[in-house]
């Protein structure tokens, strides 16, 4: 299990598994040369909406494009906690709570699960923390589907987003059922408040996944500098 | 000293074929049983532009360029006086052009050398499907006297896949080059002649790189493309994939890093190639591979710098940021190659102790090595019989941080059966487990230093030759030079002593001592405007009182 750095990237070091609490933003490659490497492990990856989407943002989009064999768990909670309270960049525009974005960040929030189906991920599923076994069900789905899956799960902060406490009532299962058509994703995600849970699409992209088989011996390259 | 030898300078526009035809003409006298370096020169633009090849070829391996040319052929004006500098040419030299190309820049006719107009292009454009730099090469191999069949073999084996037209035109085009300097009186481009010894490669130091990081066990490398470290990436590509290893492009700097570093803790050797400015990007990776004690290798091939500087050139100018980049207290190793060949030996030995001690390697070469070419002996068989500590399967009460004795501790693999750890950046105890208490903070750091002091480098740390009073110390690419001017000292009746690093971190103060003592002048030679290299030896190592720059 590959993680980050933030609340919820402290997840490896609570479970029984191989871990490595990487750096901020950096899971998803240490994961994918992790996996590439051996593809023969399991390769599950945690982290924040921080660590995966703002800092380390350029990894998630590569990550869903490439399409190796990777579960990615996003604990959601639309701020930077560790740090004391920062806007993130799934925080509201108008979230005036913290001292560096006084007035609201004036930001559009980023919408993973939309730009995870255009960057290509190949399951989109979102999950409340709320529901724990639901989300185990839904994250054993996403270990066992082939290629990249990406998995957000809404994470209440009642520390520095205590408004948060209303998704016990606000979130729900959502009204579709798993599509493996984009264009419907897209359509259905785009018209969503971001609060429905469920498997709501799966691809069948092919993975990454080269292959690590031997044709030749170190002296065979050697011939090709040979006068 | 590299003896007889015969230097010469190829320039033209980019696309006209000029580093084609130098390496063509590399190719024929290795053939021929000679020995050569080539090096190129470009524009910023790397593609394009105005080109220059330069090389050196003789009897005796050829470690580094001359300091003059012997021989220039101009294929065109185009922006020559952008490679003056480089292009040292004095009354001894020839210099051919075309006829139908204007004047010659004044700093060519200034230097004296001999200028030979021939109609160069008018002769183009009488042969079917003339090109430019066939009848250079003709030019060449006529005035250095190398075998018309040589080159021809050569110029079929690079042409025989465009077809039998295209090849014919090329040797109508080194046929019509030689008949036109047949007249030309040469007698300095004259080559000697070869001998047919042990084997030999033609490499770069790019290639070398490669072959040595796979030689060391190197199995996943993630890469992002950048001048002039591209090449090490492209031959690891389809090479390591031979060898059931993998390589896979990363999206930047940030992930390739972090992407050795998880494969590495999946247990494979792993392996980046870079530049300056990327380096830069993977210095917050690398204190992460420091404190997780992650073996990883990283060569960096410089350039000039800072920003995009000038990516085509070479500079000893990064040597700062590999010793002292890293944040925090965080000690690795800084190794760097002294030759093409040294490429191979360097980054083969960097694998081994970044795997041996479990701590991130960065390997320094250069551009004037990178992507120069030589005709090298094929270098001897290294092998470093040690590799990882990985520990055993099902040991009871396994901590992957324990303090031991020489600071190495087993890195389980994993997979393994009861060797679940964490790996940390943060932090942590024996076990893995975040601590920032004091007592553990100073044992980490007390034990991640102590496997590189106490580990024995053996010889491999630096080349000592000669014991004279007067010394030139230096490293890297310079070396080539510096031992060229030892030799030639030598000549002349002064005795020196040469000391050249390869292993710049960590420090090795009583080898240094011993190999310094007795030296009351030293002359420091290196390719930094800010006297990086000066100044690291000021900081780690006493100094005779008598030293230049």
Known sequence: MISGIGCSSRIPAYSSVYGFHSLHGRALPVATGLKVARPDLTVIVAGGDGDGYSIGGNHFLHACRRNVDLTYIVMDNQVYGMTKGQASPTTPADWDKSKLTPHGTGVSPFHPLAVALAAGANFIARCYAGDPNGTARVIAEAARHPGFSMVQVLSQCVTYQPSQKEWKTTVRKADVTTTSDVELAARWLMADDGLSTGILYIGHRPVYRPELQASASIDDLETAFVV | ?549
């Open chain 2, 1 to 549: 000293m590299a003896g007889d030898t015969v230097s010469i300078a190829i320039t033209g526009a980019g696309g006209a074929g000029v580093m084609t035809a130098a390496q063509m003409l590399l190719d024929a006298a290795a053939t021929a049983g000679l020995y050569g370096l080539m090096a190129r020169s470009s524009g910023p633009q790397i593609r394009g532009g105005e080109v220059a090849a330069f090389l050196r070829l003789g009897a005796q391996p050829v470690n580094c360029l001359d300091d003059r040319f012997d021989l220039m052929v101009a294929l065109d004006w185009l922006n020559v006086e952008r490679f003056a500098g480089e292009i040292v040419l004095d009354a001894d030299s020839l210099v051919l052009c075309d006829e139908g190309a204007g004047e010659p820049p004044p700093r060519i006719v200034a230097s004296g050398a001999r200028l030979v107009s021939l109609p160069l292009q008018e002769t183009v454009k009488s042969l079917p499907g003339g090109r430019l730099n066939m009848l250079g090469l003709g030019l060449l191999t006529g005035l250095t006297g190398l075998a018309e069949e040589e080159v021809g073999k050569v110029v079929a084996k690079a042409l025989k896949k465009r077809g039998q037209e295209v090849l014919d035109a090329g040797l109508a085009g080194v046929g019509a080059g030689i008949a036109l300097v047949a007249a030309v009186d040469a007698a300095a481009c004259r080559l000697p002649e070869g001998s047919r010894g042990d084997a030999r490669w033609n490499i770069s130091g790019n290639e070398a790189a490669g072959l040595g990081a796979v030689r060391g066990g190197v199995r996943f490398v993630a890469a992002y493309p950048i001048t002039p470290a591209t090449e090490i990436l492209e031959w690891l590509a389809p090479n390591l994939e031979k060898v059931g290893g993998v390589l896979v492009q990363a999206e930047d700097e940030l992930a390739s890093i972090n992407m050795i570093i998880g494969g590495s803790f999946g247990g494979i050797p792993s392996l980046t190639a870079t530049s300056g400015p990327g380096l830069a990007l993977m210095m917050e990776s690398l204190g992460l591979a420091v404190a997780s004690e992650t073996p990883i290798v990283v060569i960096d091939v410089m350039r000039g710098g800072p920003s995009t500087g000038i990516p085509t050139k070479s500079e000893q100018s990064d040597l700062n940021i590999a010793l002292y980049g890293l944040h925090g207290d965080a000690p690795h190793i800084v190794t760097a190659a002294r030759s093409i060949a040294d490429c191979q030996f360097t980054a083969q030995w960097s694998v081994h102790l970044a795997e041996q001690l479990q701590v991130p390697v960065i390997v320094l070469t250069d551009q004037s090595l990178g992507q120069s070419r030589a005709i090298i002996d094929r270098p001897a068989d290294l092998t470093f019989i040690s590799r990882r500590e990985t520990g055993s399967a099902g040991v009871a009460d396994y901590r992957r941080y324990a303090l031991t004795a020489s600071g190495v501790s087993a890195m389980a693999v994993p997979g393994m059966a009861i060797g679940e750890y964490v790996a940390d950046g943060l932090e942590h105890a024996i076990s893995g487990r975040p601590s920032s208490a004091a007592e553990d903070h100073a044992a980490q750091l007390d034990k991640r230093a102590r496997k590189l002091e106490l580990f024995d480098y053996g010889q491999h740390w630096a080349d000592v030759e000669g014991e004279a009073s007067l010394c030139v110390l230096t490293w890297g690419s310079c070396t080539g030079p510096a031992r060229e001017a030892c030799a030639r000292a030598q000549a002349r009746g002064i005795a020196t002593r040469l000391i050249s690093l390869r292993l710049l971190a960590p420090a090795q103060e009583e080898r240094f001592a011993a190999a310094i003592d007795g030296v009351d002048r030293l002359l420091i030679v290196e390719q930094s405007h800010s006297k990086q290299f000066y100044r690291y030896l000021r900081a780690h190592y006493d100094l005779p009182r008598n030293v230049r720059l």
